[in-house]
């Protein structure tokens, strides 16, 4: 079947080739472009020219012996060490004097930092957000508590589910300060978070707005479809969450069809940003779990499913399962062996930024639970009923896999021996937590990547009710760092060995340094873990929020940012409610660190970090206790009760049940539509 694209779907072929393009073999090269003018340039373009791939190969694949980088990461990575970073170190930490340490020593020697942002829905990007502003050395106060410097320091950074959300709106809205993308100011309109994500107008499906907003994501999707391109309910959820992160969407504009609402922003035009050009950004990379195709489960993955990153350069995967990655710009195109069917068979534009971040938090396979009929959080009558309609519905309109992100297989035929997709035509990419992941870990840990610091940006909801972390997501990490990827990535540093452990030694509820005494540098990198904790000064919490929570009010985002910034800059006080002076001090002597080991013989830690260090990090021989944090208040307590929605919203808050509930009758209309 030829591809109708829809009326409005424009589409242009230009050249990267600006000049000298005559000779054939650069026509051969052309690729296509998606325009940013309609909510229907969200269609991938089909059955476009192949590349020349006898010379560019569209995939490429290693062993976990000898693991080798795209040569465009590792280039981008080089020239911010070379340029960009050594003075940002300075900036930072000053002639090191403070430390204990004389900067110059460590001149070319820095240490690699990596910043790791996990998932839980809004929750875990306000917390991952409001954490990097207090990094930031933008940020004045950030700045002058000393922690403001370490994001700026980073070369890599890595986002999962809601996690990717920040990662992706930071770029595609030209790296500004976490304050004026998540407020709004200087041509930026904010995440406006008081507009609810999948019925902007509220609990009413049916009025005019909420219709007018379903017919624009209807629209998308549908020009998707007729591309020829399997959608599923991943497609919807994309563009819902275009809307608030991509940078087209104002409350003026919300409810039209006047700009696209960031269709045909695409994850491998990353590249071209001037943020990335200046290489003043950390090397951004998604992470999403797969499973098996064709399965049809809605259980959490075992440790052994394939674990992808999706970089501005690739789809991939490090894991020695796979150790092969496809030229991101032709993502979309189905690969055998490496080779593509014809040479028109290739496609681009399915890398669209909305459907990266949607397909890194595409838990919908866990929510439905099709094998027991039941949707998470709702009684077992309501949920077999809804289900029982949806499933008959999806099942008359998709040609597949509607709970899951489908993505055109360009793996088929690689790794026959080890590869669990090997011989599927698909992957089925889910949210990067269903292996019990939460925090975006792997990426990180691949050993050609050479990370010596990690920080954390914890938002999970792990303790049943109080929805902190509990650690049970490193656990896994390490564990499967410790059995499957011996070969391909660095191990995890020695943590608590139960969430138990986590809660009752306290490390879950501060700032928390893992593996900081390891015999040889190259053994581990150092954990920098910043959970969402607590108030330390024992005031109620407000950032606990659950993961459904899929509305916020302006003034909740706000209380959140200052409460997350204000723990993160204040470190803890043993035994008190009081602020850590030193705490950013002590950040920069875990960041710092591994540079001594570069150096030969290698330099001593200072007595000012050492002392750092005893009260920071974690010893697994003598650990610390939850009763150092005297004083918290662990039970959420909503700051802003009863607060109205903005814009032309009607009052109205959903909860984990009102967001479900409105997902799956959204879906409804929407297959009814189709
Ligand atoms: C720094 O971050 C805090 C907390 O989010 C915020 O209140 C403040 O306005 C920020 N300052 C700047 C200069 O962005
Ligand atoms: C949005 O970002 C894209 C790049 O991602 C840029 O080309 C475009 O000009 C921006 N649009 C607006 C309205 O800022
Ligand atoms: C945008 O156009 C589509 C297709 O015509 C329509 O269904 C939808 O309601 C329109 N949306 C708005 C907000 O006008
Ligand atoms: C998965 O679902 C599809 C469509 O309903 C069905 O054809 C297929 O047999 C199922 N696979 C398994 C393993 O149950
Ligand atoms: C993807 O392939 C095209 C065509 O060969 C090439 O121009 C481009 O550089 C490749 N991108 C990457 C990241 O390898
Ligand atoms: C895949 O390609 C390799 C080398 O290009 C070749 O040795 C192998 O036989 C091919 N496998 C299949 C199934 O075509
Ligand atoms: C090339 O492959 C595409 C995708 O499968 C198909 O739609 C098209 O008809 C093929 N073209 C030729 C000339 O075989
Ligand atoms: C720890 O977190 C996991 C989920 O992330 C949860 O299943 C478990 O109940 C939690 N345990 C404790 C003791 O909080
Ligand atoms: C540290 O590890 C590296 C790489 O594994 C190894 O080459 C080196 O000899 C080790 N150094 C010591 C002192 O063990």
Not at 291 to 299: F, I, L
Request: aromatic share 10%; with cysteine; proline share 7%.
């Amino acid at each position: 079947m030829s591809p109708i694209l829809p009326p409005g779907l424009v589409s242009l072929v230009l050249t990267h080739v600006a000049l000298l393009s005559c000779t054939r073999r650069a026509t051969a090269q052309r690729i296509p472009e998606i325009l940013q003018q309609s909510v229907t340039d969200y269609a991938p373009l089909t059955n476009v020219e192949c590349p020349d791939i006898s010379t560019h190969p569209l995939l490429r694949t290693w062993t976990s012996q000898e693991q080798a980088l795209h040569p465009q990461e590792a280039e981008y990575i080089d020239s911010r060490e070379k340029n960009v970073l050594p003075k940002a170190w300075k900036e930072w930490l000053g002639d090191g004097s403070r430390l204990g340490y004389d900067l110059a020593a460590f001149e070319g020697k820095w240490p690699r930092v990596g910043i790791a942002i996990p998932g839980g829905g809004l929750r875990a990007a306000q917390y991952g957000g409001a954490c990097l502003e207090a990094l930031d050395a933008r940020n004045d106060s950030a700045k002058g508590a000393g922690t403001g410097g370490l994001l700026q320091v980073s070369s890599y950074m890595t986002g999962l589910s809601g996690g990717s959300w920040v990662t992706g709106s930071l770029f595609f809205n030209g790296w500004p300060t976490l304050e004026k993308l998540v407020f709004g100011s200087d041509g930026l309109h904010g995440w406006m978070l008081d507009i609810p994500f999948v019925t902007p107008d509220g609990i009413n499906l049916f009025s005019d707005e909420n219709q007018w907003f379903f017919g624009s994501i209807l629209w998308s999707v549908m020009a998707k479809a007729q591309a020829g391109i399997d959608t599923s309910m991943v497609d919807p959820w994309s563009r819902m969450i275009s809307y608030h992160f991509l940078n087209q969407t104002t409350r003026d504009n919300f409810l039209t069809n006047d700009t696209a609402h960031g269709a045909g922003q695409l994850w491998s035009q990353i590249p071209r940003l001037p943020s990335y050009q200046n290489f003043e950004a950390p090397f951004p990379m998604v992470v999403a779990n797969a499973r098996p195709s064709g399965s049809n489960s809605t259980a959490a993955l075992d440790l052994a499913a394939t674990v992808y990153e999706i970089t501005p350069l690739e789809i991939a995967s490090y894991d020695p399962g796979l150790s092969a990655g496809m030229n991101l710009t032709y993502a979309g195109t189905r690969l055998s062996n490496g080779t593509f069917e014809n040479g028109t068979s290739c496609v681009v534009g399915l890398d669209q930024a909305g459907f990266v971040m949607g397909t890194s938090a595409a838990l919908f396979n866990q929510i439905f639970d099709f094998a027991r009929n039941t949707i998470a959080g709702f009684g077992a009558d309501d949920g077999a009923g809804i289900l029982y309609v949806l499933k008959r519905l999806l099942s008359s309109v998709r040609t597949r896999a509607d709970d899951v992100a489908n993505w055109p297989s360009p793996f088929t035929g690689v790794k026959p021996d080890v590869y669990d997709d090997t011989k599927s035509d698909w992957i089925e990419l889910i949210d990067g937590s269903s292996n019990g992941e939460n925090v975006p870990y792997g990426p990180l840990f691949v050993k050609a990547r050479q990370l010596d610091v990690i920080v954390t940006a914890e938002g999970s909801a792990d303790i049943p009710g109080l929805n902190w972390p509990n650690g049970s997501s490193l656990i896994t990490s390490k564990s499967r760092q410790a059995t499957l990827l011996r070969m391909s990535h660095q191990q995890f540093p020695a943590i608590p060995s139960t969430p138990e452990e986590f809660i009752q030694f306290g490390v879950n509820a501060r700032a928390t340094f893992f593996g900081c005494n390891p015999e040889n540098a190259t053994d581990y990198p150092l954990v920098i873990y910043l959970p969402n904790a607590p108030p330390f000064n024992g005031d109620d919490p407000v950032t606990n929020t659950a993961t459904f929570q899929l509305t916020y009010t302006l003034k909740h985002t706000r209380l959140m940012f200052d409460q997350i910034h204000k723990n993160i800059i204040s470190g803890f006080s043993p035994n008190t409610n009081d602020a850590d002076p030193n705490f950013g001090l002590c950040l920069q002597c875990a960041a710092i660190d591994r540079a001594r080991f570069k150096v030969t013989p290698p330099i001593p830690r200072s007595l000012r970090c050492s002392e750092c260090f005893k009260q920071y990090c974690y010893d697994p021989a003598s650990p610390p206790s939850k009763d150092q944090l005297p004083g918290r208040k662990l039970n959420f307590v909503d700051p802003d009760p009863g607060g109205s929605v903005g814009g032309f919203l009607q009052r109205n808050k959903f909860g984990i049940i009102g967001g479900g509930v409105a997902i799956v009758v959204f879906i409804i209309l929407l297959t009814v539509g189709l």
